[in-house]
């Protein structure tokens, strides 16, 4: 089975630090997400990575960050949190392999901004 | 652009009953992906099923199963039997091939499942 892992399930900052969420998947998937939920919003793509060292800008990418030097991890950096910033944040990770275009998702982080 | 609506923040059926959510989108192309995806409480978001636009034929996943209606840009879930672990976020999403493998979601739907 898919793994995707995230570091934190729940985390509290002070307004102005820099975050960071990691996320890891064990399947070696090409292509991973970074995703906010907020209440009737769904989800908006934050960032999306189809590569070591690849990115693309999501719907929603200001004040975020992202790194991927390796293959299984993707980093998403808040550089200076803001309380607007307070949400649940998932990460997912997908394979273009697959035929169902299936999206595996971590448990998420609940970040709230303080 | 692309749009997905649920207009169903929130439903509760007794269990064994049968529920249906709703999903709408809006789009010009012609091939294109539907899904909907389960996020339980505290527990990842998992895939229930999918549909290809292309497809004429409805998908079903045991219990689940979808009314897949183009012309309308219409897309159910329909839960037969329902069983307390149904209770979760229900979202439908749409992904247009080509297009990275991106996912528009909708807002969700709350399902409550009540012994």
């Known amino acids: 089975d898919v793994k995707v892992t995230q570091s934190s399930r729940y985390l509290v900052k002070r307004t102005g630090e820099k975050v960071f969420l990691e996320c890891v998947q064990d399947?070696?998937?090409?292509?991973m997400f970074w995703y906010r939920q907020d209440p009737g919003l769904g989800l908006r793509l934050i960032y999306f990575?189809?590569?070591?060292?690849?990115?693309e800008k999501g719907d929603i990418p200001e004040g975020y960050s992202v790194s991927r030097e390796k293959k299984e991890r993707f980093s998403l950096i808040l550089e200076s949190a803001s309380t607007n910033q307070t949400s649940m944040y998932l990460c997912?990770?997908?394979?273009?392999?697959?035929?169902?275009?299936?999206?595996?998702f971590g448990p998420g982080t609940r970040l709230t901004v303080t | 652009a692309q749009t997905v609506t649920q207009s169903q923040p929130e439903m509760s059926v007794q269990e064994a009953e049968t529920v249906t959510l709703s999903c709408t989108y809006d789009t010009s192309e012609s091939n294109y992906y539907l899904f909907w995806y389960k996020q339980p409480p505290s527990r990842q978001m998992i895939l229930v099923i999918r549909?290809?636009?292309?497809k004429q034929q409805n998908a079903t996943e045991n219990r689940f199963s979808v009314n897949f209606q183009k012309a309308a840009k219409s897309f159910s879930l329909k839960i037969s039997d329902s069983q307390l672990g149904d209770t979760a976020m229900y979202f439908c999403?749409?992904?247009?091939?080509?297009?990275?493998?991106?996912?528009?979601w909708g807002a969700g739907t709350k399902l409550i499942i009540k012994p």
């Open positions: 997912a990770s997908h394979s273009p392999g697959t035929v169902t275009y299936e999206q595996y």
């Open positions: 999403a749409f992904m247009k091939p080509g297009s990275n493998y991106q996912l528009i």
């Open positions: 549909q290809e636009a292309y």
């Open positions: 399947m070696d998937h090409e292509n």
């Open positions: 990575s189809y590569d070591v060292k690849m990115k």
